[in-house]
C-alpha cells in the first residue's frame, strides 16, 4: 500500500517521534511517502502526493506540541480520496497545546480514524465524534534496533536512573514527580547510586543512559483528568497569569513556533535568561509553580471521572527493550503490563518501600522482572506489529 505519511520534525528529544516515522518507512507492507509538515515548502508536496496514495497516516508530531505545523494542510487533506488515519500526541489538556485544539482539528480534518494512546473508552471520550468510522488504541511499543540490552546489570554504572520533565501542577497529579523526588532525595540513603534529572536526551543519548542503568521509576504516563473543552486548564492559566507581575509571554503566542524551531543549545540559553528577566514565558512560570495551591483551588473537591488519562508511555517500552527493571506506581498500563511480574509494583504512599528495594537488591529476582518485561515486549509490542495494525485498518477501508 503506498500511504502518505505526515510528520512534524522540530525535536530529537522526544525518541517515540523517530520509531514511529521509522517504523513506517521500514515496514514491508507499506510504500511510504513522507511528508516534513514542518517545512515551509511542504505545501506542493503534500497535495502532489495525495494523488499518489491509497491512504493517509499521521503521526503525533504533527498534533503533539502544536497544531500549527499541520493547520496550514487542512484543506488539502479534507479534500482527500482516500482513507485518513491520524495519531494524538499529549492527550491531556496542557497549556498552549489544549485538547479542544486537537479536536477542531480533527473536525476540520474528518479523518477515518483517531488512534489514542489512551484506554479505548477514554479516546472514544476525547475523540468518539470527530472521527468518522472509529477510535482505534494504538498504544507505543519497542523499537528493538535501538532500544536494546547492550550491558549486564552488573556492568552497568547506576542503580536508579531517570530522565523526564516535571509534571505541572495544571495536570492535577503529581505522581511522577513524588516518585522521581523520593529517589533523589533517599536514593543515597537506601545505599543506591542514584541519578535523577529533568534533561532530556536523544534517542541515541536515551538508549545509552538506560544501558547505564539496572533500574528506573516512572509512572503511568499522563492524568486522572480530561476534559473535552479544557475548562480547568484555562482556568488555571487565567489564575497563574492575573497573580504575576511584568510581561509573561503565553505558551500558544504566535512566536511559539520560532520557539519549536530552535535548535536545542539555543532553547537551552533562552530558558536560562526568561526564567528570572523582565520578559517571562509562561512555560517556566508553570514550572515553579506550587503543586498543593493549585490542586487545592482546582482539583481537590473533585472526584475522579469515570474517563481518565492514565496510560503506558514509549519511555515503559524502552526500558523494558535495554532490560532495565521498572519501579513504579500500581497501575493498568493499558492491561500490558502487570504488577510484580514486570514491573516493581510500589504503593502510592511508600508503604512497601522495602519490600520493594529488597527484591530489587537482590540481582536474581531482579533480573527475572526484567527479563519478564523484555519477553513481552519483544513478542507481542513492537512497532512492527503497531504498523501491521495500521495497515490492516487501512487496506479494510481502501
Given at each position: 500500500?503506498?500511504?502518505?505519511?505526515?510528520?512534524?520534525?522540530y525535536?530529537?528529544?522526544?525518541?517515540?517521534?523517530?520509531?514511529?516515522?521509522?517504523?513506517?518507512?521500514?515496514?514491508?507492507?507499506?510504500?511510504v511517502?513522507?511528508?516534513?509538515?514542518?517545512?515551509?515548502?511542504?505545501?506542493?508536496?503534500?497535495?502532489?502526493?495525495?494523488?499518489?496514495?491509497?491512504?493517509?497516516?499521521?503521526?503525533?508530531?504533527?498534533?503533539?506540541?502544536?497544531?500549527?505545523?499541520?493547520?496550514?494542510?487542512?484543506?488539502?487533506?479534507?479534500?482527500?480520496?482516500?482513507?485518513?488515519l491520524?495519531f494524538?500526541?499529549?492527550?491531556?489538556?496542557?497549556?498552549g497545546?489544549?485538547?479542544?485544539?486537537?479536536?477542531?482539528?480533527?473536525?476540520?480534518?474528518?479523518?477515518?480514524?483517531?488512534?489514542?494512546?489512551?484506554?479505548?473508552?477514554?479516546?472514544?471520550?476525547?475523540?468518539?465524534?470527530?472521527?468518522?468510522?472509529?477510535?482505534?488504541?494504538?498504544?507505543h511499543?519497542?523499537?528493538?534496533?535501538?532500544?536494546?540490552?547492550?550491558?549486564?546489570?552488573?556492568?552497568?554504572?547506576?542503580?536508579?536512573?531517570?530522565?523526564?520533565?516535571?509534571?505541572?501542577?495544571?495536570?492535577?497529579?503529581?505522581?511522577?514527580?513524588?516518585?522521581?523526588?523520593?529517589?533523589?532525595?533517599?536514593?543515597?540513603?537506601?545505599?543506591?547510586q542514584?541519578?535523577?534529572?529533568?534533561?532530556?536526551?536523544n534517542?541515541?543519548?536515551?538508549?545509552?543512559?538506560?544501558?547505564?542503568?539496572?533500574?528506573?521509576?516512572?509512572?503511568?504516563?499522563?492524568?486522572?483528568?480530561?476534559?473535552?473543552?479544557?475548562?480547568?486548564?484555562?482556568?488555571?492559566?487565567?489564575?497563574?497569569l492575573?497573580?504575576?507581575?511584568?510581561?509573561?509571554?503565553?505558551?500558544?503566542?504566535?512566536?511559539?513556533?520560532?520557539?519549536?524551531?530552535?535548535?536545542?543549545?539555543?532553547?537551552s540559553?533562552?530558558?536560562?535568561?526568561?526564567?528570572?528577566?523582565?520578559?517571562?514565558?509562561?512555560?517556566?512560570?508553570?514550572e515553579?509553580?506550587?503543586?498543593?495551591?493549585?490542586?487545592?483551588?482546582?482539583?481537590?473537591?473533585?472526584?475522579?471521572?469515570?474517563?481518565?488519562?492514565?496510560?503506558?508511555?514509549?519511555?515503559?517500552?524502552?526500558?523494558?527493550?535495554?532490560?532495565?527493571?521498572?519501579?513504579?506506581?500500581?497501575?493498568?498500563?493499558?492491561?500490558?503490563?502487570?504488577?510484580?511480574?514486570?514491573?516493581?509494583?510500589?504503593?502510592?504512599?511508600?508503604?512497601?518501600?522495602?519490600?520493594?528495594?529488597?527484591?530489587?537488591?537482590?540481582?536474581?529476582?531482579?533480573?527475572?522482572?526484567?527479563?519478564?518485561?523484555?519477553?513481552?515486549?519483544?513478542?507481542?509490542?513492537?512497532?512492527?506489529?503497531?504498523?501491521?495494525?495500521?495497515?490492516?485498518?487501512?487496506?479494510?477501508?481502501?
Open positions: 500500500m503506498r500511504v502518505l505519511v505526515g510528520y512534524a520534525q525535536t530529537d528529544r522526544l525518541s517515540y517521534y523517530d520509531d514511529w516515522l521509522d517504523a513506517f518507512i521500514q515496514a514491508p507492507q507499506f510504500d511517502l513522507g511528508v516534513n509538515v514542518a517545512d515551509p515548502a511542504a505545501g506542493d508536496k503534500l497535495q502532489r502526493q495525495l494523488r499518489e496514495v491509497d491512504a493517509v497516516v499521521l503521526l503525533h508530531s504533527t498534533n503533539g506540541d502544536t497544531t500549527g505545523y499541520i493547520e496550514p494542510h487542512i484543506e488539502a487533506l479534507a479534500g482527500r480520496a482516500v482513507p485518513l491520524t494524538v500526541g499529549n492527550e491531556v489538556s496542557l497549556p497545546s489544549p485538547i479542544a485544539e486537537k479536536r477542531r482539528l480533527f473536525a476540520a480534518l474528518k479523518p477515518e480514524f483517531v488512534a489514542t494512546q489512551l484506554l479505548i473508552e477514554s479516546g472514544r471520550f476525547l475523540f468518539g465524534d470527530v472521527a468518522t468510522r472509529d477510535v482505534v488504541a494504538i498504544p511499543a519497542l523499537n528493538p534496533s535501538v532500544f536494546r540490552s547492550g550491558r549486564a546489570a552488573g556492568a552497568r554504572r547506576l542503580d536508579i536512573g531517570a530522565r523526564a520533565v516535571r509534571y505541572l501542577p495544571h495536570l492535577g497529579d503529581d505522581d511522577r514527580n513524588r516518585l522521581m523526588q523520593w529517589f533523589a532525595a533517599n536514593g543515597a540513603a537506601r545505599g543506591l542514584v541519578d535523577i534529572s529533568d534533561q532530556r536526551l534517542r541515541e543519548g536515551w538508549a545509552n543512559y538506560l544501558n547505564d542503568c539496572r533500574g528506573t521509576v516512572s509512572t503511568e504516563a499522563g492524568t486522572w483528568f480530561l476534559e473535552r473543552d479544557d475548562a480547568t486548564v484555562n482556568a488555571i492559566r487565567d489564575y497563574v492575573s497573580t504575576r507581575k511584568g510581561f509573561v509571554l503565553r505558551n500558544d503566542s504566535a512566536l511559539r513556533n520560532l520557539g519549536h524551531k530552535m535548535p536545542w543549545w539555543l532553547k540559553i533562552a530558558r536560562r535568561v526568561m526564567r528570572r528577566g523582565p520578559v517571562r514565558h509562561e512555560a517556566l512560570v508553570n515553579q509553580l506550587d503543586y498543593t495551591d493549585i490542586f487545592e483551588r482546582f482539583f481537590a473537591d473533585r472526584a475522579r471521572p469515570l474517563h481518565h488519562g492514565k496510560c503506558i508511555s514509549s519511555r515503559h517500552f524502552d526500558a523494558a527493550g535495554t532490560k532495565t527493571c521498572q519501579i513504579m506506581f500500581r497501575g493498568r498500563f493499558n492491561d500490558i503490563l502487570k504488577a510484580d511480574e514486570h514491573y516493581l509494583a510500589l504503593d502510592p504512599d511508600f508503604s512497601n518501600i522495602d519490600a520493594v528495594l529488597a527484591v530489587f537488591n537482590d540481582p536474581s529476582r531482579r533480573q527475572r522482572i526484567a527479563d519478564a518485561a523484555f519477553e513481552l515486549v519483544s513478542t507481542q509490542h513492537t512497532y512492527q506489529q503497531r504498523v501491521q495494525q495500521v495497515y490492516d485498518l487501512l487496506a479494510e477501508t481502501a
